[in-house]
């Protein structure tokens, strides 16, 4: 089928200028920006007036579960998106021990849907490809599979032989397909890590010539110290780095805020740095989960001795 996309103004994301265009289109292929004189349209669109560009890409996703109960993603689809990046804020649906662990590893969890299994990224990419997607996706491993595949949920420090048994699996990860490493360090057990275990992971980030996506610890009153943190391992790793949703929290004013946190950027940009951050797009306050609101002990026996001792 010809498509014709007539009187449209053209922002094709190269950094070019915008102009008003028409965009010819054969099948599944562009074949022509610019403007058509022939008549042989199978259909005509007249965007006068309106913007056409290329599908946007959503950098900061939790749809890692959810595509599988909408794999068409209309959320996304209806907003122009046609890229998911997912895996983030160090919570991803893989690497697996079991899919009970899918309880405190994906966002939008729903204990009554019978799921294909998997356990490793490159099954769950098969899942993925196999309902039919309606966009694309790429995805990052999250820091809390990799704790809850060979540590458990525990909220510790790792022994040794565990951080090496976490780099291996994210090396793994990696040469599976993934784009990067994303921690969450507001959320247990991501939060009971130290600045040396992100950073000898990030190492391995690094040599995959990955990006490291982390939620900082703190983005009240903390905020300055958890961006100086985050800019410290990318630094020393020399690896890619994506501050997760840079946006201040109460209490960040006592600090100087987001502007003092965009600064600290600015500086490390000076200093060869790869740094960047992005924002919510709208109004609202701080969507997150309740475990990330209750203190480390109520963890230490495990998810369903949670919920009794909530009771």
Not at 121 to 145: S, W
Request: hydrophobic share 35%; glycine share 10%; aromatic share 8%.
């Amino acid at each position: 089928m010809n498509i014709l996309i007539k009187n449209g103004t053209v922002v094709d994301g190269t950094g070019s200028s915008a102009c008003e265009t028409d965009i010819l289109i054969n099948g599944n292929e562009i074949n022509q920006i610019g403007k058509c004189d022939n008549n042989d349209f199978d259909k005509v669109i007249d965007a006068e007036g309106l913007i056409v560009s290329p599908g946007f890409i959503d950098g900061h996703r939790h749809s890692d579960y959810s595509l599988f109960l909408y794999p068409d993603a209309p959320s996304s689809v209806y907003s122009g998106i046609t890229t998911e990046i997912i895996g983030n804020c160090g919570f991803s649906c893989a690497p697996l021990n079991s899919q009970e662990d899918l309880k405190m590893l994906s966002i939008g969890y729903k204990p009554d849907v019978d799921l294909p299994k998997w356990r490793y990224f490159t099954e769950y990419f098969d899942r993925l490809n196999e309902i039919g997607l309606g966009i694309n996706v790429g995805a990052l491993v999250g820091h809390n599979a990799l704790r809850a595949y060979v540590m458990g949920f525990e909220e510790r420090a790792p022994t040794f032989t565990e951080l090496e048994d976490m780099k291996e699996l994210l090396s793994k990860c990696m040469d599976e397909g993934t784009l990067g490493f994303s921690v969450g360090l507001e959320y247990p057990p991501s939060r009971s890590a130290d600045t040396e275990e992100i950073s000898q992971l990030v190492e391995i980030v690094a040599e995959h010539k990955g990006i490291f996506q982390p939620h900082i610890r703190n983005r009240a009153d903390g905020i300055i110290k958890a961006v100086n943190e985050v800019i410290e391992i990318a630094e020393k790793t020399q690896c890619r780095l994506q501050i997760a949703h840079l946006f201040p929290k109460y209490g960040a004013h006592k600090v100087g805020g987001g502007m003092k946190a965009l600064e600290k950027m600015r500086e490390a940009i000076l200093r060869g740095v790869d740094v960047a951050t992005d924002q919510l797009p709208y109004d609202m306050g701080w969507g997150s989960n309740i475990p990330a609101l209750l203190p480390k002990w109520v963890f230490d026996d495990g998810i369903e001795n949670l919920k009794n001792k909530l009771k």
